[in-house]
């Protein structure tokens, strides 16, 4: 693949998965030197490995089932010692394994799956980081749900002002109750996708960031857009000769996680519109048979989007989409940015 991006990653994937490996045998060297018998096991273990792989080759299959069985049995036993003896010396069972950062692809970015090798979610997430989203989730480590604080937001009715019978804080309480079952519920194909509308400075993009970082957790991809950018990027891409081996209409119509800032901050043109039904339409079908879900930001109200955008949008919205309603007073001009 003609991609510079990934490139990098993967020598830097390799780099540490090197060193996990280096740091993983020079402690196991230096515990087998002090216990003979660990050293013992170790060896008998690897015997039993190369024996099993000169036994498959064996044409005679009675003969390989029972040969493959009594190394499986001494393998077993084995390890059990080892994990005994492991035990006595207070280490854990995994005392022997290298610390990988992702346990998944083991740092190699990739896995196997239907006979097929294919980048892990680990590798997929660090070209998004490094092509989209360095810029715009660079607030991860502060806007989580750890550091979600009602409190800024007003226990004060105003009906007139907020059209609405409850306050800013029973609101935004309410918000992040539905946000977490978006998270919990990620995976179910009935889960709506959000679209948050609001004024500035409410908390839309923080509770974005809460939502991304709880599935990074968990192993989903997540590409962050603004809009204007987004829409700009993927009309370059379609009529640039010059390509970085990046595709970003393909990342935005398979990332597990869709996140679309500012719409209707864009320059609006057809052709836009056009580019947003199939990113939306595209990723409702399901084509690709995985789950996957988008969250829309705007400052726009529902009327204003149906106003915007064409019938056609309007109403994949209005049927696949769960409109929540920021309000209140701007908390940026409070606290600042950092503390929501």
């Known amino acids: 693949m003609n991609n510079p991006i990934l490139k990098h990653i993967l020598t830097e994937y390799e780099f540490k998965r090197n060193k996990s490996i280096e740091e993983v045998n020079k402690k196991k060297q230096e515990l087998l030197k002090v216990n003979p018998r660990l050293a013992e096991i170790e060896n008998e ?83 998004y980081d490094i092509a989209y989203n360095k810029s715009n989730m660079g607030n991860l480590e502060y806007e989580n749900f750890a550091t979600f604080n009602i409190r800024l937001f007003s226990d004060k009715v105003d009906k007139e002002r907020f059209k609405s019978q409850i306050s800013p804080r029973e609101n935004i309480n309410l918000l992040k109750e539905k946000a977490i079952n978006f998270i919990e519920n990620f995976d179910n194909p009935t889960e709506k996708n959000l679209i948050f509308t609001g004024g500035t400075g409410l908390g839309k993009t923080f509770l974005t960031n809460c939502i991304a970082n709880e599935l990074l957790k968990e192993g989903k991809t997540v590409l962050y857009q603004t809009a204007p950018v987004m829409f700009d990027e993927i009309l370059d891409e379609k009529f640039s000769k010059e390509k970085n081996g990046v595709n970003l209409q393909e990342n935005i119509l398979n990332v597990d996680l869709l996140i679309i800032d500012d719409l209707g901050t864009e320059k609006i043109s057809e052709t836009k519109v056009e580019e947003l039904f199939t990113i939306i339409n595209t990723r409702l079908l399901n084509q690709n048979h995985k789950i996957t879900k988008t969250i829309i930001s705007t400052n726009l109200t529902a009327n204003e989007l149906f106003n915007v955008y064409t019938t056609r949008i309007g109403s994949r919205l209005a049927g696949a989409y769960r409109f929540l309603r920021f309000f209140g007073d701007d908390i940026r001009l409070k606290k600042g940015k950092k503390e929501i």
């Open 45 to 127: 273990i690897s015997k039993i490995s190369i024996e099993s792989i000169k036994t498959i080759i064996i044409e005679d299959k009675i003969k390989k089932e029972k040969i493959l069985t009594d190394l499986k049995k001494k393998f077993n036993a084995l390890i059990k010692e080892k994990n005994k003896f492991l035990k006595e010396l207070s280490k854990s069972t995994d005392f022997f394994e290298p610390n990988f950062e992702c346990k998944v692809c083991k740092d190699t970015g990739f896995i196997e799956k239907n006979d097929k090798s294919i980048m892990c979610n680990c590798l997929k997430q660090k070209v």
